[in-house]
């Protein structure tokens, strides 16, 4: 199964189904199962900027501080389903275009909602990934992360 690895506390946004896109640098073609990975390594000062997403994983997922959350593991499962270019305008505002090519159809245009911009890089150019069909491991699995999709050997059943 592909993977992606996953800074917490976004990691655990995804697994409870609170932060249904990811965004990236890059896009990907593949579409299918993805294993969500949570990083090992903490993000660098982010306790402060990320207050509010801090205290959404608290009330979704009970957890009492950051440091809680799980590290270094598999902990979900969910089907890339698509994705798409971001696009900032000043008459639109913060869109993607779900267009299957990069043709720019304003009957495809999906606004991306307050919480769920608060979840991600969304600066013009960027990627959106959609994710549907998340399911929260009932326990994490370890694993070694790596950069960009991988192959996940494991068994998330």
Same mark, same amino acid.
């Given at each position: 199964m592909k993977a992606i690895t996953i800074w917490q506390p976004w990691a655990s946004l995804i697994a409870c189904g609170a932060k249904k896109y990811e965004t990236r640098s890059w896009p990907t073609? $593949? +579409? %299918?199962?993805i294993a969500i990975h949570a990083a090992a390594q903490k993000p660098s000062s982010i306790r402060e900027t990320i207050r509010y &997403? &801090?205290?959404k994983v608290r009330a979704e997922l009970g957890i009492i501080e950051l440091d809680d959350l799980p590290r %270094?593991? &598999? &902990?979900?499962?969910?089907?890339?389903?698509?994705c798409y +270019?971001? $696009?900032?305008?000043l008459d639109n505002g913060l869109h993607i275009v779900k267009c299957p090519n990069t043709a720019y159809d304003f009957?495809?245009?999906e606004y991306i909602p307050r919480q769920e911009q608060s979840f991600g890089d969304w600066g013009e %150019? +960027?990627?959106a990934?959609?994710?549907? @069909?998340v399911k929260m491991l009932p326990e994490p699995i370890p694993a070694k992360g790596q950069q960009g999709l991988w @192959?996940?050997?494991g068994d998330s059943e």
């Open positions: 073609k $593949y +579409r %299918g199962p &997403i &801090i205290d %270094g593991c &598999i &902990i979900a499962t969910a089907e890339l389903i698509g +270019r971001v $696009y900032d305008t009957d495809k245009v %150019g +960027r990627f990934w959609e994710l549907a @069909n @192959n996940w050997e």
